[in-house]
């Protein structure tokens, strides 16, 4: 069974930084693209960014609010998934997911994590 | 930068009805990288329909998905009492490789 568990959420200051993981299991880590996405409060889902596999490259691609400030790595002797987010605005408060990416698709997610950015 | 747009809004419907939620794209879009997902409150998304029409794994064939170029139409063709929740539309494009979603969908009990 696909697993995917995030963890590293909370509260933390405007400008402040954050590490999310995401554990993986039940499927061949390395050989798997990897995605983040968020939701804010009461809204829709936002693309956060991903990571290709060591083999594709290992390359990230992220969007445009975040570009700069996220990085997202990845620890395949670990299956696991990393997001360090730096320099944090108030807007990126939301719930952050890590997905299986695959043909475009986002298969399996994680049950995500909280994150507040707040003073 | 590709825009979803979904429609309606909200969706309210009674069990066993049908369902068509629909999602327009502002320029044409591969097939194969428009997705939908379904949400309910306080869980995950869950992959629906891949490559527009494909069904994922484990969802129940009274889902099915359809369009091309810059429509796209997610049917649920009875509803059952589980289905009530908010369902997302997602594309990928290239140059710069970006996924974008739609607005959402909420499909509510009539």
């Known amino acids: 069974e696909v697993q995917l568990v995030e963890s590293g959420g909370g509260l933390v200051k405007p400008g402040g930084s954050l590490r999310l993981s995401c554990a993986a299991s039940g499927f061949i880590f390395i050989n798997a693209w990897m995605n983040w996405v968020r939701q804010a409060p009461g809204k829709g889902l936002e693309w956060v960014g991903r990571?290709?596999?060591?083999?594709?490259?290992?390359?990230?691609d992220y969007a445009a609010p975040v570009k700069g400030r996220f990085i997202i790595s990845r620890d395949d002797s670990k299956n696991t998934l990393y997001l360090q987010m730096n320099s944090l605005k108030i807007e990126d408060t939301a719930v952050y997911y890590c997905?299986?990416?695959?043909?475009?698709?986002?298969?399996?997610w994680g049950q995500g994590t909280l994150v507040t950015v707040s003073s | 930068e590709i825009v979803l747009t979904q429609s309606p809004g909200t969706l309210s419907l009674s069990p066993g009805e049908r369902a068509t939620l629909s999602c327009r794209a502002s320029q044409s879009v591969s097939s194969s990288s428009l997705a939908w997902y379904q949400q309910k409150p306080d869980q995950a998304p869950r992959l629906l329909i891949s490559?527009?029409?494909s069904r994922a794994n484990g969802i129940p064939d009274r889902f099915s998905g359809s369009g091309s170029g810059t429509d796209f139409t997610l049917t649920i063709s009875r509803l059952e009492p589980e289905d009530f929740a908010v369902y997302y539309c997602?594309?990928?494009?290239?140059?710069?490789?970006?996924?974008?979603f739609g607005q959402g969908t909420t499909l509510e009990i009539k």
């Open positions: 997905s299986t990416l695959s043909d475009y698709t986002m298969g399996y």
């Open positions: 490559g527009a029409s």
């Open positions: 997602q594309q990928f494009s290239n140059s710069p490789p970006r996924y974008t």
């Open positions: 990571i290709k596999t060591r083999s594709d490259g290992g390359t990230t």
